[in-house]
């Protein structure tokens, strides 16, 4: 945990005239729900509204001079691939993002109005990812990784330095889970320093991959289905550098439905105004399933992204019968 903690300082000094310091945020709402003090660190509110601003970032700005000219490559869902282009412009660097053909139109609109050199490869995250390293090393360009790579990890892990700086105390963490980037780098670097802090991944039912190989000692393959979390589905690669860190850094895994986070999602529009996109809500469904559990506890919930098509959230916050009532 030291090396993530030590990975994410040097991050913090690399990116920190890049990003921006995001909101920690008073929930009263969810507060009473476990009657403790209960904060939302919105990392919707980062450059192009997602937390992946952070690793990528600091994976591009340690490059050297030949990797530069070389150029990039990348593979995501969406945000990750913003995140790569966003960092690609203010720094000057050329390169491919590969998607999955399913992959969210608004966040491709968003990719080609950064000017992203846009591909397309599978329905499947896992398949795209693959074959993007490919390419990478077919062409002689860096693959950046969404999650497995130390730079990207410590990147993600300049939230839990924040974190710290504003809350004296901290008794839990969560933090929506995909390949573990998020997670590993938060937790490194809190429990370097605050052992004693409960960290929680949090996941959809539909994609439990991390969750999954935790518990059988091993990265395998999990079912998955079609989930609102799209910034979190997928599988997890071979050799991931974050297997390790989740496995002895996570506390606890739970898992949500799909239900579960159209309510979450309703839940946080209603009571904060906020726009947050299905892989956020995961972790605000997380801490409603937990709050008997976490009674009288100061908790952080990782508000990831905003990056939901309009028409998708339009369909969620519409009065339905299985929505209501949203209040206590």
Not at 28 to 40: F, K, P, Q, S, T
Not at 71 to 92: E, W
Not at 129 to 140: L, S
Request: charged share 25%; aromatic share 4%; net charge neutral.
């Amino acid at each position: 945990m030291h090396a993530i903690r030590e990975l994410a300082l040097a991050a913090e000094k690399r990116i920190r005239p890049h990003i921006r310091r995001t909101p920690l945020e008073p929930a009263a709402d969810l507060g009473c729900e476990n009657g403790g003090r209960v904060y939302l660190k919105l990392e919707s509110m980062q450059h192009t509204g997602s937390f992946k601003v952070r690793g990528a970032l600091n994976r591009l700005l340690a490059l050297d001079e030949s990797e530069v000219r070389a150029g990039v490559v990348t593979a995501s869902s969406g945000n990750h691939g913003l995140a790569t282009a966003f960092g690609m412009n203010r720094l000057g660097i050329d390169g491919a993002i590969y998607l999955p053909e399913t992959a969210s139109p608004l966040k491709i609109r968003m990719l080609k109005d950064l000017g992203a050199a846009v591909r397309f490869h599978g329905t499947d995250c896992d398949h795209t990812e693959a074959f993007a390293r490919r390419q990478a090393e077919e062409t002689g360009k860096v693959y950046i990784s969404p999650y497995n790579d130390p730079y990207v990890v410590g990147g993600q892990g300049t939230i839990g330095l924040e974190i710290l700086d504003r809350l004296d105390k901290v008794d839990c963490i969560l933090a929506s889970v995909g390949g573990g980037g998020l997670i590993a780098g938060i937790a490194g670097a809190v429990k370097a320093v605050r052992p004693e802090t409960t960290i929680i991944g949090c996941l959809p039912e539909n994609s439990p991959a991390m969750a999954a190989s935790v518990q059988a000692g091993r990265i395998m393959d999990a079912p998955m289905k079609e989930t609102l979390s799209d910034g979190t589905a997928g599988g997890i690669e071979p050799g991931a550098v974050t297997f390790e860190a989740c496995t002895r850094l996570v506390d606890r895994w739970q898992l949500v439905s799909e239900k579960e986070i159209r309510r979450a999602m309703v839940r946080v529009f209603e009571e904060h105004r906020l726009v947050i996109e299905g892989a956020a809500a995961v972790t605000v469904a997380g801490f409603l399933k937990l709050a008997p559990r976490l009674a009288g506890k100061t908790t952080v919930i990782v508000i990831c992204g905003r990056n939901i098509d309009t028409a998708v959230f339009k369909g969620i916050v519409c009065p339905a019968a299985d929505l209501q009532p949203v209040f206590r």
